[in-house]
């Protein structure tokens, strides 16, 4: 891993992007819809997906949509490592207008609103603040949505629209005291530095609770898997919310805005919300459900190394291995099943990086009669919450985090 001394000289440096004359950035400037107005399908299922390379910094990519970039980590990447590589990482975004180069000397982050000492801080005095590094898994709300049955609108990924990083970066915490937040703030608000390309369009902006923005958790990323941010994934900075949803991870910050009320802005009090109800979990049409905006990542496990349809040799000891997190607290417990989930046995679990982040577990199993069979794995976080037999449900088709199933044969 790199020093942050070595990251910052790098990020003293003006930052072009060349790469961006090709197929992918060039494009970005202009105008297209919000992914929200739109229903992709999965064309032959999530095997069966377009995948690119034309995206600057990023290696080969599922393309979801090339205008906002939406880019998905192909599923096999996350067999070969707990860190998700950064030319790997999955890219989303809800507007086309995105710089395609950020002047790191003249970029400042300002802070402002209810605080007695507004900052516009350069990139040189943010990093003279203490540094913080901790794994984190940055997972989009609408991960898996295009499992979702009965089928909803968005963006249809499938389950590589997650990732897991080492950040480094300072802690909001620090940003906020040095502007000194004054009594009767309730939220603090994110943006950055992209913006709608049609007049209409509501900023993408975010917020978190005061109290929440103060934790000492919240940070302000400069540099993931120990090198500065890939352009997509939100350089100079981005905040990272460990334990919540990606659509707080605002990319590419330069505005954070202390209010002294809720906001009410189209992407807190519109989009991004979900029943009150454990793993966000609705009966379609059901009515009188209370939302929320989106919150805590709920805790997921996978296989990573047996693809559905494989085949498994009858009487051969099989290994089968994966990533699990806990979501918003750590993994307790791996189990998994060779028999659709009538017996289950606990996994053993690789080494742990830090509870926010991704887990290995691997098990061994022989199977013994020939014919189909399903593997199952299930993640008990270290609050106890398990993940769900049957898929949860909401028409946003958000937090999908059921038991994944493998159908194999044995042969
Ligand atoms: N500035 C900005 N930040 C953003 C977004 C955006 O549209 N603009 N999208 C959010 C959402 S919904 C997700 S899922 C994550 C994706 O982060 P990544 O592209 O680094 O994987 O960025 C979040 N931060
Ligand atoms: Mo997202």
Redesign the pocket.
Known sequence: MRSTSSIADALSRRVLLRQAGAAGLATLAMPAWAETMVSLPLPGGPDDRPITTAFPQKGAMVLQRAR??M?ETPFEVFDQGVFTPNDR???????SV?PTNVDVDSFRLAVHGHVDKPLSLSLKELMALPHIEYAAV??????SRGFFQPRVPGGEWGNG???NARWTGVRLKDVLDRAGVKPGAVQVR?????NAPVADGPK?I?SLAVDHARDGEVMIAFAMNGQQ??L???FPL??VVPGW?????????NDIEVLDSLDTNFWMKTA?LIPDTPHADMKPGQTGVNLVPINRLNPRSFITNVKAGATLLAGKPAAVRGIAFGGDTGVKQVDFSADGGNSWHAARLGKDEGKYGFRRWESRFTPKTKGNAVLMVRCTNSNGDVQPAAANWNPSGFMRNVIESTPVTVA
Request: with cysteine.
């Open positions: 906002p970039p880019l990482f999955f890219v989303r975004w809800h507007w995105i940055d997972e989009c709300s609408g991960n629209g997650m990732g994110f943006s950055g530095l992209d993408f975010k941010l890939p997509l994934n939100g981005r905040l949803y990606a659509t707080y991870w605002m990319k590419m910050l991004y």
